[in-house]
């Protein structure tokens, strides 16, 4: 028997739901609270941004156990904002920024906007709440929930294993 949604999503984090869209292997790691290796450079950069996020005075929001980098309200609305450190992470962005409006509609808020920023690169990408981000959302924790409860996925090297935190799990030093 499935648990509950929100059974699911004490383990599916925004954080799990994001490695789960870079590697499934990554996201099983997240999900099984593995940390990545912390002197990598991208989880320097993700730091950096989160130091400078609150420097400047905005505020980080914890919701169902995930965090949002910006919440605002503005005159359109609630304003959620993912900032990412590059464009090559844009459509990772962009799946979470999807999760938290889904978060948000689970707990009633259904006219908030998200917003993916890549500053470096100056993109700015809307997202709107719809019916179908809710299903798609929900379709992919419910498919990243049921990998986590099983082994790891199967290793396979890809160009991308160079920069992940998490490379000294699959391949060692």
């Known amino acids: 028997m499935e648990p509950a949604l929100y059974d699911m999503l ?9 490695a789960y869209h870079y590697c499934l292997r990554q996201g099983w790691y997240a999900a099984h609270r593995m940390m990545g290796e912390q002197s990598n450079e991208w989880m320097a950069r993700g730091k ?21 980098d910006i919440v ?16 090559g992470s844009l459509e990772r962005g962009i799946h979470q920024a999807k999760f938290f409006l889904f978060l948000l509609h689970l707990t009633g808020v259904d006219d908030a906007i998200a917003e993916v920023s890549v500053p470096m690169s100056k993109i700015r990408q809307e997202i709107r709440p719809s019916d179908e981000v809710y299903r798609e959302v929900e379709e992919y924790v ?7 409860q099983g082994p790891p996925p199967h290793i396979e090297r890809v160009k991308k294993c160079h920069a992940c935190s998490y490379k000294h799990l699959c391949w060692g030093s």
């Open 10 to 18: 004490e383990i599916i984090t925004s954080h799990v739901y994001s």
């Open 48 to 68: 950096l941004i989160e130091s400078l996020v609150k420097k400047r005075g905005y505020r980080q929001v914890y919701l169902l156990g995930s965090v949002i």
């Open 72 to 87: 605002e309200d503005t005159s359109r609305g609630l304003r959620v904002v993912e900032i990412k450190a590059s464009k």
């Open 142 to 148: 419910r498919f990243f929930y049921n990998i986590s």
